[in-house]
């Protein structure tokens, strides 16, 4: 991460001292979009703390009324040919099942507190403390092509954009997301060879005694029977639901949040939790992360918008555009692609401009295709920052790369099912 934060730095003050020979006011410009950046960070960071206390009391309630380790469970079969380094029953299991589910039904503000919670409980498993193990890889690489089942966020601004049918959007998503899942997947594995773990140094006695550990319940030799039919029909209850979704996905999205978080509640009731003391230990947490996390969103953030404002992000999207037109691509998508894996707020703003441009609207093809890129691919360089950053991680491996590549997939499988369907 420090090579990748210095190079963006170097690279946009250099493309402004350049610009600013022929036009100036460049680094001026420049200047500005760096202070304002630092400031829009901290305001993120800032909004993060009610999403972040709330799901985070939410999930503590969840891991008391025994679910997360439920969902472990049925999903071991699965997730444990991803995760093989991970303890059956560890509390990583858990938070990482969540952390998706929330993705797939597109709760992205809901997904975040999960995954920071995964990421801090698979560093408490991590050997060599500030290093990615290639079980946080892998899960920051899912996390940046999750299958999406519910782009909500794309289907509210479509329906104001004025769509004819903004739930049109849900299958080339999720066709998207299919085949960048996958790449993750194998991005991830490949690179663990390439970039391999160095051994971990010996640490003093007691130092991994501050490392924050929730006992988890002892499995037993037969927790195991019957895993198999169980996991096969949560994968049968799952198919289901891609379909409902196909049919009734604009009908159903509005429910998702408020049904998880009464059903969270009444279960921690059932299971006689004291929900609200549990709920709001699990909020004093959720403050003290989203503040760890904002140190590492300036950084990112001001990186970012130096490399947007200094022009140096024209000077990569501008010939991409041209050179895969051809294809199929035009430069608006090239640019939300880009846009979408440096920032949310400047993607979603651009999406936000094609949908409610009379000359694009959201049901042509260009409309189709940007409201695909936008669902189907995550902020890589904002997840690298709130999920590292929360676990303390500085040594970033490939997870970067295995991100953007896993990025690049989901643009040419939005590019061929858009083209298939709309062109």
Not at 273 to 290: N, R, T
Request: glycine residues 10%.
């Amino acid at each position: 991460m420090n090579i990748v934060f210095l190079a963006i730095v170097l690279v946009s003050v250099a493309v402004a001292g350049v610009h600013e020979f022929t036009a100036p006011g460049g680094m001026e410009a420049l200047g500005t979009q760096l202070a304002q950046s630092a400031q829009d960070a901290v305001t993120l960071g800032i909004g993060l703390i009610g999403a972040m206390a709330l799901f985070q009391g939410l999930l503590r309630v969840a891991e008391a009324s025994g679910l997360l380790d439920g969902l472990a469970r049925l999903l071991r079969p699965i997730l444990h040919r991803l995760f093989p380094q991970i303890p059956p029953g560890d509390p990583a299991m858990g938070a990482m099942v969540m952390n998706v589910a929330a993705n797939m039904l597109g709760l992205s503000n809901a997904a975040t507190p999960f995954g920071v919670r995964a990421m801090r409980e698979l560093d408490r498993l991590n050997p060599v403390k500030g290093t990615a193990t290639n079980a946080m890889v892998l899960f920051l690489a899912i996390n940046t092509a999750n299958v999406t089942l519910l782009p909500t966020h794309v289907m509210a601004l479509r329906a104001a954009a004025g769509s004819h049918d903004p739930a049109a959007v849900i299958p080339t998503t999720l066709f998207a997301t299919v085949f960048a899942t996958g790449a993750a997947i194998l991005f991830a594995r490949l690179g663990a060879r390439w970039w391999p773990t160095p051994h971990p140094n010996p640490l003093p006695q007691g130092e991994r005694e501050l490392d924050v550990h929730v006992p988890s319940p002892p499995v037993g030799e037969g927790q195991g029977e019957g895993a198999g039919w169980k996991s096969a029909l949560a994968l049968l209850v799952f198919a289901a639901f891609i379909a409902a979704t196909l049919l009734w996905g604009r009908a159903i999205s509005p429910w998702i949040l408020p049904v998880m978080v009464a059903g969270l509640l009444a279960l921690g009731a059932i299971r006689r939790v004291p929900v609200y003391e549990v709920f709001v230990k699990g909020a004093k947490d959720g403050l003290w992360i989203s503040l760890r996390i904002i140190p590492y969103l300036i950084a990112v953030l001001v990186a970012v918008g130096m490399f947007r404002a200094s022009g140096a992000m024209d000077l990569i999207v501008a010939p991409l555009g041209r050179a895969l037109a051809p294809v199929g691509l035009p430069a608006e998508a090239v640019t939300m692609a880009v846009l979408r894996s440096l920032s949310g707020s400047a993607s979603f703003g651009y999406l936000a401009a094609l949908l409610k441009d009379p000359a694009i609207g959201p049901d042509s093809y260009l409309g189709m295709l940007v409201s695909t890129l936008y669902g189907s691919s995550e902020t890589t360089f904002y997840v690298l920052a709130v999920y590292f950053g929360a676990a303390g991680v500085r040594r970033i491996r490939h997870a970067l790369i295995a991100g953007l590549l896993a990025d690049a997939v989901a643009l040419i499988a939005a590019t061929a099912i858009c083209g298939w369907l709309y062109r």
